[in-house]
């Protein structure tokens, strides 16, 4: 028998085993269900499961990894499967664990400030229900609709408001994760403070289920902040907006979110009629500012506009409630699907350089865009330094390869990374030597052994 054979074997075995153990109507062969858990929101091309499951319980999840260890079944946890890097695709077919169904938010305390969740909860779900607690978890991935919380350890996924609060990483107090083989893991705390032992919980965070399945997380809340004030602001160029970037966070004005968005955006968007663009504009930035006095808010607010206003900022437009700020906000949710919306094909990356060295990273994508007769638009956290890069093109036969390699060069040149949220997974795994050196990639290899001897978690990504 064939190694493939033999594979296919165990798998049918399994499947068999799992029935057994679960009942037949809850072990997924249909060909329709698991062609949708083959892909993910990557250009990654997708592959199909064998058999999945919908896991109901910790317990089940332990009973599943343990069963598929012992028929040596590669399996592969899922979220709400809107990772960009590729990390859900089941590359050798076996198990796919949908975790959504896993979704319950178990505790809030609110003397201690934490919640406990099951990983299948929808992030802006959680968020809208500490919220009505007067409580707040600021991570705010642009996928928050629909991507999960377990999603977001796996990948330690950012958004907006990290600039001011941070990423996932920052608010993962604890977790329970199941490892191959069914043993049940805890690490981390419930206190502000603790380092007993390794930092197990850190490790995970970004581990991109490729270590162990959380089945359960603790998470860090804030106080909700109560004034908000909301800007758009119209520049006349890419780097008056990069210089006014750095000017706002040199003058220790400290915005929740600080978004840019290049020249190529801005001319879609204003073909979309969206407010805030006009003749003179040639970048955006959305900055949100938030605290407890109004008064403050108010100050801040006004010495970020004098900043922008002395780089030849245009009317600056200004929202501090509900739907006159989702209206500043516009821009930056439709622009997205209105820039794919002007090519054939799209490539995103999402790279992160030193905050000062954004005018550089502009001025090379251009020339990479011109020299390889592509489009590029960028946008992207600018308080981190982390930039979208859109890669743009019609032509069926055109290879976007070198491009893409091209855009990492100029990144790593900067001092900076290939990847600010979406992870590594399988697209990003070609580069991975480019910014790592062979011992910190082989310690990472022998730490996956430790947990997966059999490599059979999550198989291929990363390395
Ligand atoms: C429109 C759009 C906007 C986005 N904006 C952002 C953004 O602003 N910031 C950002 O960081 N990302 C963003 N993303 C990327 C994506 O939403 C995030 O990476 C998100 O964290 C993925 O969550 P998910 O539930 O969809 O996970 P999936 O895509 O299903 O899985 C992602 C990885 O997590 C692992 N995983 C899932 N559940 C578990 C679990 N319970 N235990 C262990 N491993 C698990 C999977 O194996 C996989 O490796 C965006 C994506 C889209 C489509």
């Known amino acids: 028998m064939t190694n493939q054979n033999l594979e296919k074997r165990a798998v049918d075995l399994f499947a068999v085993a799992l029935s057994r153990s679960l009942g037949d109507s809850r072990v997924i062969v249909d060909s329709d269900i698991l062609a949708q858990f083959s892909r993910d929101k990557s250009h990654c091309e997708g592959v199909m499961p064998d058999v999945a499951v919908r896991v109901k319980s910790e317990d089940e999840l332990t009973s599943v990894l343990k069963m598929a260890n012992e028929y040596n079944v590669p399996?592969?946890?899922?979220?709400?499967?809107?990772?960009?890097?590729?990390?859900?695709?089941?590359l050798r077919g076996g198990l796919v664990l949908d975790m959504t169904r896993l979704d319950q938010l178990l505790e809030v305390d609110r003397e201690n400030l934490l919640a406990v969740v099951r990983p299948g909860i929808v992030t802006g779900n959680l968020q809208s229900m500490v919220e009505n607690e007067?409580?707040?978890?600021?991570?705010?991935?642009?996928?928050?609709?629909?991507?999960?919380?377990?999603?977001?350890?796996?990948?330690?996924?950012?958004?907006p408001r990290a600039f001011k609060y941070g990423v996932t990483r920052e608010y993962v107090m604890g977790l329970r994760s199941v490892l191959m083989g069914g043993d049940v893991v805890v690490s981390g705390k419930r206190t502000v403070k603790g380092v007993t032992g390794y930092d197990?919980?850190?490790?995970?965070?970004?581990?991109?289920?490729?270590?162990?399945?959380?089945?359960?997380?603790?998470?860090?809340?804030?106080?909700k902040p109560p004034v908000l004030s909301t800007l758009l602001i119209p520049m006349p160029d890419e780097e008056s907006a990069g210089i006014a970037v750095s000017?706002?966070?040199?003058?220790?004005?400290?915005?929740?979110?600080l978004e840019f968005m290049d020249t190529t955006i801005v001319d879609v968007l204003r073909t979309k009629g969206v407010t805030?663009?006009?003749?003179?504009?040639?970048?955006?930035?959305?900055?949100?500012?938030?605290?407890?006095?109004?008064?403050?808010?108010?100050?801040?607010?006004?010495?970020?506009?004098?900043?922008?206003?002395t780089l030849g900022a245009g009317e600056i437009l200004m929202a501090r409630h509900g739907g006159d700020r989702e209206k500043l906000?516009?821009?930056?949710?439709?622009?997205?699907?209105?820039?794919?919306?002007?090519?054939?094909?799209?490539?995103?990356?999402?790279?992160?350089?030193?905050?000062?060295?954004?005018?550089?990273?502009?001025?090379?994508?251009?020339?990479?865009?011109?020299?390889?007769?592509?489009?590029?638009?960028?946008?992207?956290?600018?308080?981190?330094?982390?930039?979208h890069v859109n890669v743009l093109w019609d032509d069926e036969g055109f290879n976007v390869t070198p491009v893409v390699a091209e855009v990492?060069?100029?990144?790593?040149?900067?001092?900076?990374?290939?990847?600010?949220?979406?992870?590594?997974?399988?697209?990003?795994?070609?580069y991975l030597p480019w910014e790592q050196g062979t011992s910190l990639i082989a310690l990472q290899r022998s730490i996956k052994q430790v947990f997966d001897p059999k490599g059979l978690l999550n198989p291929d990504k990363i390395f």
């Open 134 to 159: 007067g409580l707040f978890y600021p991570p705010d991935p642009n996928s928050l609709d629909t991507c999960t919380i377990g999603g977001n350890v796996a990948h330690n996924a950012g958004g």
């Open 75 to 90: 399996v592969v946890a899922r979220g709400a499967g809107t990772g960009k890097a590729g990390g859900a695709i089941p």
């Open 200 to 223: 197990v919980t850190a490790l995970m965070v970004g581990s991109e289920g490729t270590l162990g399945v959380f089945s359960q997380i603790t998470l860090r809340l804030t106080r």
């Open 329 to 387: 906000w516009a821009a930056r949710r439709v622009m997205s699907d209105a820039v794919a919306e002007t090519a054939r094909h799209k490539v995103s990356e999402d790279i992160v350089v030193p905050r000062s060295l954004a005018p550089q990273l502009l001025t090379g994508l251009k020339k990479i865009s011109k020299r390889f007769g592509v489009k590029v638009a960028s946008y992207g956290h600018a308080g981190d330094g982390n930039y």
């Open 276 to 309: 805030g663009i006009d003749d003179g504009t040639g970048a955006l930035i959305l900055a949100e500012m938030d605290g407890d006095s109004e008064e403050l808010v108010e100050r801040a607010t006004l010495q970020l506009a004098d900043v922008c206003e």
């Open 247 to 257: 000017r706002i966070v040199a003058a220790g004005i400290v915005p929740r979110v």
């Open 408 to 430: 990492f060069r100029l990144t790593l040149a900067l001092g900076g990374t290939i990847t600010g949220e979406h992870g590594v997974g399988i697209a990003k795994k070609p």
